[in-house]
Nanobody, 127 residues
């Protein structure tokens, strides 16, 4: 199983980035994909997740309206489009895959729901 996050970099406040999570080694459509981030000195927090089985998405309040999670099942790849970035978005971003079958999207907001993790990609927003 592999998850490879990429697309991070340095961007000015107000700018955009698109993160990519390329996956292999598991049945993509049977898993939920989550994006998490960890800022310097802080714990890892959920940003967004998508349940491929249910077709549902969730966004943390801090990114709602600015970030969009999506996936391409044929490519087994998930994306996180990030717009209107600000300094508070500076963090290492991780993608993860969950094989759990929750009845609603909120189960996938927990770190413990995820079986597999990527290595992280750094996003730095300059103000």
């Amino acid at each position: 199983v592999q998850l490879q996050a990429s697309g991070g970099g340095l961007v000015q406040a107000g700018g955009s980035l698109r993160l990519t999570c390329a996956t292999s080694g598991f049945t993509f459509n049977d898993h939920a994909i989550g994006w998490f981030r960890q800022a310097p000195g802080k714990g890892r927090e959920g940003v967004a997740c998508i349940s491929n089985l249910q077709g549902l998405t969730y966004y943390a309040d801090s990114v709602k309206g600015r970030f969009t999670i999506s996936n391409d099942s044929a490519k087994k790849t998930a994306y996180l489009q990030m717009n209107s970035l600000n300094a508070e978005d500076t963090a290492v971003y991780y993608c993860a895959a969950s094989s759990q079958a929750y009845s609603n999207i909120y189960g996938y907001t927990r770190l413990g729901a995820y079986d597999y993790w990527g290595q992280g990609t750094l996003v730095t927003v300059s103000s």
